[in-house]
């Protein structure tokens, strides 16, 4: 199947960020279903198809969003270059590799969000303090990316170009 | 010799006839107790056939039945789940006309103000951001710098506007500040700033040390700055930080609306804002 369908999936992942997962939080921390699927999308079909993705992502967000629109586009970049990282430099068909990548890019995210916020003129003295916040987003994405990898491998493989 | 059928059956007949024709005088005899006896006898044991019979007419009949049986406990079945979705909706409309009752109130509280009742459709998705999104739009009349009010007081102010949503910044979004004052029945004029702390928590700030503040006291918006208008409900006092080194006390307040739980809110579309550009 084709990454077309990873869009209408996104598009499923940012609705269900907003209404259902917008009342659930742990000290301030949610999952992020968006990124955690624009980042099994990269590991899947590469950085140009994820990166499609997170422009389509951010997008959506950006038009839903009190904060400021190009935050979302400079958040989900990282998740989206993730696989342009050589596979020698990493390995990402390790599980544990894949897993420090979700926690890495949700660490990214939250401070592209802290820092340009904060650059906008919002006042963030959060609690708990921003390293428990980022710990706890980079542990929520961190357990949901290997099941999102087993999905996107099942929407969205790309066909082996031999038969 | 056989006795000719047709006298036999004419003896029959009459004996049929004497019997018949003596039956009312049995009654008043003894021979009637005895027949009266004989049932007495005899019903007990008919009962036990009946006892023992019905049932076991009750199964085949049962048995024959059983296709119709089936299909009325299916009917029924259905007819539960419907009633149970029926009450479950009922009771979600009794929620609401709670809710919206309360609103009401606010609405008769605030006489001045007009306001668009806006149901809560979606929370802020960006991390270190409180806010909702409400289902109305700049085609409802809604813009930016609109106050938005719960049934017991303040919520925050609506920040971004699309046709058909807007986007309520909470008050206590850490970016979120309002000029407040202490409620009280005495002149005595408490002023301060309440500021957000994210995760539902307020604190209001720059309160002077002399000031005498008690958990409990009742914190409304002062009007300074024609940010939000005077008076509207903000919280509780339940904690006072006061150090004698610091120039200013601080206050816990817990927020007066719920706003965990929000699901309508009330925009109030003809108090502005000052525009400072």
């Known amino acids: 199947m084709g990454i077309i369908w990873l869009f209408p999936g996104i598009l499923l992942a940012a609705w269900v960020q907003v209404t259902a997962l917008g009342g659930f939080g742990l000290l301030g921390a949610r999952p992020n279903l968006v990124l955690v699927g624009i980042l099994a999308a990269a590991l899947v079909r590469g950085p140009v198809g994820a990166l499609m993705l997170s422009t389509f992502a951010a997008t959506l967000m950006a038009a839903v969003s009190a904060a400021p629109g190009p935050l979302w586009f400079l958040a989900y970049l990282p998740a989206g270059l993730a696989a342009a990282i050589p596979e020698g430099a990493l390995n990402r068909q390790n599980p544990v590799v894949v897993v420090f990548l979700a926690l890495g890019t949700a660490l990214l995210f939250d401070l592209v969000f802290f820092v340009g916020l904060s650059a906008a003129g919002w006042r963030l003295d959060v609690e708990p303090p921003l390293g428990a916040r980022l710990l706890l987003d980079g542990i929520f994405n961190g357990l949901l990316i290997i099941p999102a990898v087993w999905l996107v491998r099942r929407l969205a493989a790309p066909t082996p170009a031999y038969r | 010799m056989r006795p000719p059928a047709g006298r036999v059956i004419l003896l029959a007949a009459l004996f049929s006839l004497a019997v018949g024709l003596t039956q009312p005088f049995w009654g008043s005899q003894a021979n009637g107790v005895a027949w009266g006896r004989l049932w007495d006898i005899v019903l007990p044991g008919t009962s036990a056939i009946t006892d023992f019979v019905e049932p076991a007419a009750g199964i085949l009949t049962g048995l024959g039945r059983i296709q119709e049986l089936e299909e009325e406990a299916r009917q029924l079945r259905a007819e539960v789940d419907r009633l149970r979705g029926e009450l479950t909706r009922l009771r979600e409309v009794e929620e609401e006309n709670q809710r919206l009752r309360e609103l009401l109130g606010a ?171």
């Open chain 2, 107 to 277: 609405k008769r509280r605030n006489p001045n103000f007009q306001f668009a009742l806006a149901d809560v459709i979606g929370r802020e998705p960006a991390p270190f951001v409180e806010a909702v999104i409400v289902n109305k739009g700049s085609q409802d009349g809604i813009e930016p710098g609109m106050v938005v009010v719960g049934a017991a007081g303040l919520l925050g102010k609506v920040v971004k506007v699309s046709a058909g949503t807007a986007r309520v910044l909470l008050l206590t979004d850490p970016s979120s500040a309002v000029a407040a004052r202490i409620q009280r029945s005495d002149a005595r004029e408490i002023t301060g700033l309440v500021v957000g702390q994210g995760q539902g928590r307020l604190l209001m700030r720059y309160i002077a040390q002399g000031e005498p503040l008690q958990v409990g006291d009742q914190v409304v918006t002062s009007g300074l700055g024609e940010t939000f208008p005077k008076g509207l409900a903000i919280g509780r006092v339940v904690q006072v930080r006061r150090l004698d080194v610091e120039p200013f006390q601080e206050a816990v307040i817990e927020p007066a609306v719920a706003l965990g739980r929000l699901e309508n809110v009330l925009i109030i579309t003809n108090f502005r804002p000052p525009r400072l550009d």
